[in-house]
């Protein structure tokens, strides 16, 4: 276990995943998720990871980074529709960028039985460099950051060990071109 | 008007009306949208007419605009108001028609409390509007409103609504000009005006070397103003090619044009449809590659270099990928396409096609859209061929409602100039057509404004004729009356085994009777030698008039390409055998 280092190398995954995790620029305004929402499931297309956070207090604007999956030009669809909508400033695939940098931040609540179960989990989290947000009599929660890939491992090794129970919540990736 | 004085909210939304120009808005009163009747009550520009139910108004609004060119606008109340209201504004969405709807809400401090007559406005209107505003601040009002305007008519044009709520209408504060208002351009998302080079050297040299083009043109060449159609018209003479258009496209080219091959898709010509299967350059002026022109998409023009002008981003490879597109304004995109033609001297070789036209005589030869009119009983397409003829005369627009009769419409009215045609196509709402001919009515005062309906369609906004008794608006509905839902039975003989399920129509009222009921008048046509005489007469009341023509009851529209066929697979009547093999595949689609 190890407070620091809880980032872990930045990685500049999007470019040439097949991940299509989108970033809108949009104002804060009522009814916007709403739209942006209501345009992925009147049409059809699905919605993987959302987050939406005001970034701009002035200009009152949010940034919205959400993760779909589809055909190329499904996705050139997609972007389309969203940037007609009128709060819709910008809308762009990370994935077209040249270089563009993922995170994503996790809480993982473990509860196990008995002294192995947390050792072994503890070893784990000790080699992905999580953070211990809680420690109580049979739960934990840590704290993992980075990659979705990285948080999807975590989780798979949790898994692999019997008899504790894992409760989890996500960001979903967010990302940001150079 | 001193523009320092406070107003009330009610009073702002006039005052912007005023100066937006808007000189008619049609609404139905109620209690959320009192105190901006009032403010109606006693002004003397904007004339407001009342409809008999809320859908009558929007699809009012919609044959308004599409026969000037102006945004529509309507009021109506909260709740069931704006409920009734949602039909016409998908159709509006639907069919890029500029729109702008107030509703009134219940009072802020209610919204939320399941109060009389309160819904979500803003909530049920989102996916049926291009965008939607809930006033929440009297300081926003007068920007908002502006805004709208802007918005339903920049771009690709749409409805935009308006929910105020009833306090917001009574409280005060200073008026806002539209001139004081910096609009922020991420919001109006104007077509550009601007067209690449590459894209015009790419369509002239592809021209230069086609030997079997076609031009496809849709509604957004309409959109666009008269400009697009008359830069349309000088650019189909400069190469020659063969025009087809959509139902939406009907009249951006003159239908009695020497370069006009008719109208494409489900029910269009023989001709129009195989020019667009065989062409090798395929040039869509603001179509939207609709499932009713396409047929089977992956047998859709399948040798073709395809060309797409739409200003609409999304419409751009979304049912059909195209090899070349333009989100450029048409008007401009052709004027500059025109210019570049003309500056460079570029000359286009007719010869080259002229086995193309040749072929396409062939096509025409077939005369697909040849019936036999008997002595007696009126076949529908002879009541509108004639309609056609005897109305020559006249500046005629006209409106339709949907099924058999629109496509019959379509098919024997001859659309020779833009904003004369008005029918629901995207949507097809049924009872659009009368409620938009007195829209279209209001916009042209002097123009003979017919709907085209069948007598299912009527019925379903018929309470409207009294609003045209009312404003003495001499609308004429033209009814073709089979006694059937006709398109429904149609494809219940072609693909249902002749299952008539629920698609006649019993019951009907004495349609003679029933306009006189209303203050109108009714005139009957029930054989062949009764037709030309009573729409001689229809033509000749200056009132509205409800005409009942009695037609063959079994008539089918033809050609038809039926759903899942393509192209080639077109049937040309009922004496046509060669039914396509994928006719079960067919039935799952609309």
């Known amino acids: 276990m190890s407070d620091a280092s809880v980032y872990p190398e930045p990685s500049n995954t999007f470019k040439n995943s097949k991940r299509n995790v989108l970033s809108l620029i949009v104002d804060n305004e009522p009814g916007i998720l709403a739209r942006i929402v209501g345009l992925f499931s009147g049409r059809g297309y699905n919605i993987e990871a959302l987050n939406v956070t005001v970034v701009d207090i002035k200009e009152n604007l949010s940034r919205i980074t959400l993760e779909t999956i589809g055909e190329e030009k499904v996705i050139e669809q997609i972007i389309a529709h969203l940037e007609k909508l009128v709060p819709v400033h910008s809308a762009i695939n990370l994935a077209d960028l040249n270089e563009s940098y993922e995170a994503e931040i996790s809480l993982i609540k473990i509860s196990y039985e008995n002294n192995e179960q947390n050792n072994k989990a503890l070893a784990l989290a000790d080699i992905y460099r999580t953070r211990t947000v809680s420690k109580k009599e049979g739960i934990v929660i840590y704290e993992i950051s980075g990659t979705s890939e990285r948080v999807n491992k975590f989780l798979d090794d949790l898994n692999g060990i019997n008899g504790i129970k894992v409760e989890i919540v996500r960001s979903g990736p967010i990302g940001l071109g150079v | ?590």
């Not at chain 2, 504060?173 to 080079?197: A, C, L, M, Q, V």
């Not at chain 2, 059909?320 to 500056?343: G, K, M, P, R, W």
């Not at chain 2, 006209?398 to 058999?404: A, F, M, N, R």
């Not at chain 2, 429904?488 to 693909?495: A, G, I, K, N, T």
Request: include cysteine; hydrophobic fraction near 40%; proline fraction near 4%.
């Open chain 2, 1 to 590: 008007m001193n523009t320092d004085k406070e107003l009330t909210g009610a009073q702002i939304v006039l005052e912007a009306l005023k100066e937006q120009e808007v000189d008619t808005i049609f609404g139905y009163p109620g209690g959320a949208v009192l105190p901006i009747y009032d403010a109606i009550f006693g002004q003397n520009f904007l004339k407001h007419v009342l409809v008999r139910a809320e859908a009558g108004a929007v699809h009012a609004a919609e044959g308004y605009a599409r026969s000037s060119g102006e945004v529509g606008v309507l009021l109506v109340t909260s709740g069931p108001g704006a409920t009734n209201v949602v039909t016409g504004l998908t159709d509006a969405l639907m069919d890029s028609i500029p729109i702008v709807c107030i509703t009134g809400q219940v009072p802020t401090h209610l919204i939320g409390t399941d109060a009389f007559q309160e819904c979500d406005t803003t909530g049920i209107t989102r996916p049926c509007t291009k965008y939607n505003y809930l006033v929440k601040d009297i300081s926003k009002l007068s920007e908002i409103i502006h805004e709208a305007f802007e918005i339903a008519r920049s771009g690709r044009p749409g409805p935009v609504l308006i929910d105020i709520p009833k306090n917001i209408q009574l409280q005060k504060t200073i008026y806002k000009s539209r001139k004081d208002i910096n609009f922020r351009p991420h919001r109006i998302k104007s077509g550009s005006t601007e067209i690449s080079k590459d894209f015009i050297e790419s369509l002239v040299s592809h021209i230069k070397s086609s030997v079997k083009p076609v031009l496809y043109v849709g509604g957004g060449c309409l959109n666009s103003g008269l400009k697009a159609s008359e830069e349309l018209i000088k650019f189909a003479e400069l190469t020659n090619i063969p025009v087809t258009t959509t139902l939406h496209g009907l009249g951006c080219y003159p239908g009695n044009g020497k370069l006009s091959i008719g109208m494409l898709g489900m029910h269009g010509t023989y001709e129009a449809n195989l020019a667009m299967h065989n062409c090798d350059l395929m040039i869509n002026v603001g179509a939207r590659f609709d499932d009713r022109i396409t047929g089977r998409l992956d047998a859709f023009s399948p040798n073709s270099t395809k060309f797409h002008f739409d200003i609409d981003k999304s419409s751009i490879n979304k049912n059909v990928n195209v090899d070349f597109s333009t989100n450029t304004d048409i008007a401009h995109a052709l004027s500059a396409l025109n210019l570049y033609i003309e500056s460079n001297n570029i000359e286009f070789n007719h010869n080259q096609i002229s086995n193309w036209w040749g072929e396409i005589k062939e096509w025409q030869n077939t005369n697909c859209l040849n019936y036999e009119q008997g002595d007696e009983i009126i076949k529908p397409q002879h009541a509108i061929a004639r309609l056609n003829e005897l109305t020559k005369d006249r500046e005629t627009i006209v409106t339709t409602e949907v099924g058999q009769h629109q496509m019959w419409a379509a098919q024997y009215f001859q659309f020779n100039k833009p904003n004369s045609w008005i029918t629901s196509g995207g949507l097809g709402t049924m009872g659009f057509g009368m409620p938009a001919a007195i829209g279209a009515q209001m916009a042209n005062p002097d123009a003979l404004v017919i709907d085209i309906a069948g007598e299912a369609s009527f019925l379903m906004n018929i309470q409207e004729i009294a609003t045209a008794v009312q404003y003495k608006l001499p609308i004429k509905i033209f009814i073709l009356n089979n006694e059937y839902m006709g398109m429904v039975r149609q494809w219940q003989e072609l693909m249902h085994g002749s299952r008539y399920s629920e698609s006649y129509v019993d019951a009907l009222p004495d349609f003679v009777k029933l306009a006189e009921s209303f203050h109108a008048v009714g005139l009957r046509a029930k054989n062949l030698s009764e037709l030309d005489d009573t729409i001689s007469e229809m033509k000749s009341i200056n009132r509205p008039v409800i005409v009942d023509i009695w037609v063959d009851k079994k008539e089918n529209v033809f050609p038809m390409i039926p759903s899942g066929a393509a192209h080639n697979e077109m049937l040309l009547s009922k004496y046509d055998k060669e039914k396509p093999e994928n006719q079960e595949k067919g039935k799952v689609l609309v």
